[in-house]
């Protein structure tokens, strides 16, 4: 069975400063891999995904992630934080021989200090 | 339009009431999807509709009993909780079949429920 590993509980960052969120999986094959952002109270919005092809995944409000498929990994990175990108981070792997059904990390709550 | 619409937004409810928590979508969507989540924690899958069809049921208790009346609804009814069942419940739905890979999921904002 797959699993995913967001190994930051909490993250804070001044804003404007660059940011990367670390995601580690376990699984056998490439998996699908997506970032979603939820804001308190709120349910999950989508960053970005991965499925194949160009390792480097551009998504929604100037987040990117790439594929390390040596590291098993897929961070988030954005170059310069806004306050309003304060939210919890969570990473997911979808099994594609087991329905898509998604697995998610722990997640990574960001702060961001003016 | 990619927007799931969820009411109520809070319940309270006791141990010994009926109530009913409501998923809306009209993006076409045949696959949808119920998730529990608790603070601070990852969403849990729930269940699981393909065509109006329960096709995953996450070994979840009885008290929780999922519907599917047409494509574009969703119900969960909720009879005898218990408070650790409060928590966020997250709806989302995805295009085609569940289980189809390419298909992201859509979010729903949630019900905050509290069981008294």
């Known amino acids: 069975a797959q699993s995913v590993t967001q190994p930051d509980i909490h993250i804070t960052v001044s804003e404007g400063a660059s940011l990367e969120l670390r995601c580690n999986y376990s699984?056998?094959?490439?998996?699908?891999l997506f970032w979603y952002v939820q804001s308190p109270g709120q349910g999950l919005q989508l960053l970005l995904k991965?499925?194949?092809?160009?390792?480097l995944v551009q998504g929604i409000k100037g987040f990117e992630a790439e594929f390390k498929r040596s590291q098993s990994s897929f961070n988030l990175r954005k170059p310069s934080v806004h306050w309003s990108d304060a939210a919890e981070y969570f990473c997911?792997?979808?099994?594609?021989?087991?329905?898509?059904?998604?697995?998610f990390g722990g997640g990574t709550r960001l702060m961001v200090k003016p | 339009d990619t927007e799931v619409t969820q009411t109520p937004k809070h319940l309270v409810m006791g141990m010994t009431n009926k109530k009913s928590l409501k998923c809306e979508q009209h993006m076409g969507h045949r696959a949808m999807y119920w998730y529990k989540q608790k603070a601070k924690k990852p969403p849990e899958l729930m269940f699981v509709?393909?065509?109006?069809?329960?096709?995953i049921n996450e070994s979840v208790p009885s008290r929780f009993s999922p519907e599917c009346p047409n494509s574009s609804l969703l119900n969960l009814h909720l009879h005898a909780l218990q408070p650790e069942d409060s928590a966020l419940y997250l709806c989302a739905s995805s295009q085609g079949a569940a289980g189809r890979t390419s298909d992201t999921q859509y979010f729903g904002p949630g019900t905050r429920l509290t069981v008294l």
């Open positions: 991965y499925f194949s092809g160009d390792t």
């Open positions: 699984y056998g094959a490439t998996p699908y």
């Open positions: 997911a792997v979808g099994d594609p021989n087991a329905g898509n059904m998604l697995t």
């Open positions: 509709y393909s065509y109006e069809k329960l096709s």
